[in-house]
């Protein structure tokens, strides 16, 4: 018997129709019911109450963030120690200032270092102060005699350098020297 009821529901064309006929129906109503309804109105009054509301409350809503802001620079303010601002902000100029000093010296010290590998060591200028002289007798580069050069070498430097430092730009140059002319 249910699948008798079962077959004839399935079987029914008439109450399928009559189901989407039902559904479209009741969309339609729906829809008109809608727009007829007056939500356009009663969505632009809400949003009309909400602006009244916050006009309202301008000063209002002003004050409280003032206060805010307010509050968050004293807690700052008296987290960090600031009485005096210029006494907190002078230490930090300070620091900055030392910083630039830190980074000026490190630049200062690959231009000394670009200024030194740009410095020719070979001259064709006879009027460098370059003089060379055989050698007898000397070993030099493993060979019977050799060459001795006198050159008068100056190094500037943008600081002062203490013997050490000198001695080890001198060596540094020597050491190029050799090498290039070996």
Known sequence: MVDNI??????NNSLNDATVRM???AAK????????????????????????????????FRTQISS????IVNDVKSELGIRSPSLVFAGIGS???QGL???????????????????????????????????PGA??????????????VSITSPKALSEREAAREFH???????????
């Open 6 to 11: 079962s077959d004839g529901v399935q079987n």
């Open 23 to 25: 559904i479209g129906e």
């Open 29 to 60: 109503t729906a829809e008109t019911s809608v727009r007829n309804g007056g939500f356009d109105s009663i969505g632009k009054s809400i949003v009309d109450g909400v602006y009244q509301g916050f006009s309202a409350r301008e000063q209002w």
């Open 68 to 71: 805010f802001f307010k509050k």
């Open 95 to 97: 620091n900055m200032a």
């Open 101 to 135: 000093g830190v980074g000026f010296e490190k630049q200062m010290n690959k231009v000394s270092k670009d200024m030194r590998d740009a410095i020719p060591t070979e001259f064709d200028d006879p009027t460098a102060n370059i003089k060379a002289a055989p050698r």
């Open 139 to 152: 070993a030099g580069r493993g060979k019977e005699g050799g060459t001795v050069i006198h050159q008068k």
């Open 172 to 182: 540094k140059l020597s050491r190029r020297l050799a090498i290039e002319n070996a």
